[in-house]
């Protein structure tokens, strides 16, 4: 029995924020939103304002946690797991990993981004395969603010205009 929960513990790490090879980055068809199980469609306008703020009010409860690959605690949690932290705390399932939820609900323009959107990069040199995911909690035009654990600083609060995360930026893509 130990063995087995050691080897869940290993797959669950290293699938975490990691993206799969066959990710579009770029693509604008909707998927099967199957596994988001909120309300009977996914349009902005029947979800209640009050959902996405608790849920972008539940990640911004972990500010300044470090941190950690494959956690979803206080005591380490990782871009992926901030995420589907947030969203689980109004009862909406989300894919754990980082590829995964990259192909889940709509895809999004950037200038239409709203707050509880997802924005997706590429952080890793000459590669625009998705690795990171980031909750938007601030959107007007010109200005997008998102909340993400970052492995040098834990969860923290950045700008898309930030020229890391604007070269680094590959798509965004709305949950609700």
Request: proline letters at 1%.
């Amino acid at each position: 029995m130990r063995k087995i929960t050691y080897l869940l513990f290993i797959l669950l790490t290293i699938s975490a924020c990691k993206s799969t090879k066959n990710t579009k980055s770029n693509s604008r068809k909707s998927t099967n939103t199957s596994t988001v199980s909120k309300n009977t469609n996914n349009h902005r306008n029947t979800v209640d304002n009050s959902t996405i703020e608790n849920i972008i009010k539940t990640a911004e409860e972990y500010n300044g946690v470090r941190y950690k690959y494959g956690g979803t605690t206080k005591k380490g949690m990782d871009c992926s797991g901030l995420v589907t932290t947030a969203y689980n705390s109004e009862n909406i399932s989300l894919p754990r990993t980082t590829g995964d939820l990259a192909t889940t609900g709509d895809w999004v323009d950037v200038k239409e981004v709203k707050k509880g959107d997802l924005l997706f990069f590429a952080t890793k040199k000459n590669s625009r395969h998705i690795n990171h995911v980031g909750l938007v909690t601030e959107a007007r035009p010109g200005f997008v603010e998102f909340i993400h654990s970052t492995t040098s600083s834990g969860v923290i609060t950045s700008e898309l205009s930030e020229k890391y995360w604007y070269f680094a930026f590959v798509q965004a893509r709305r949950i609700l």
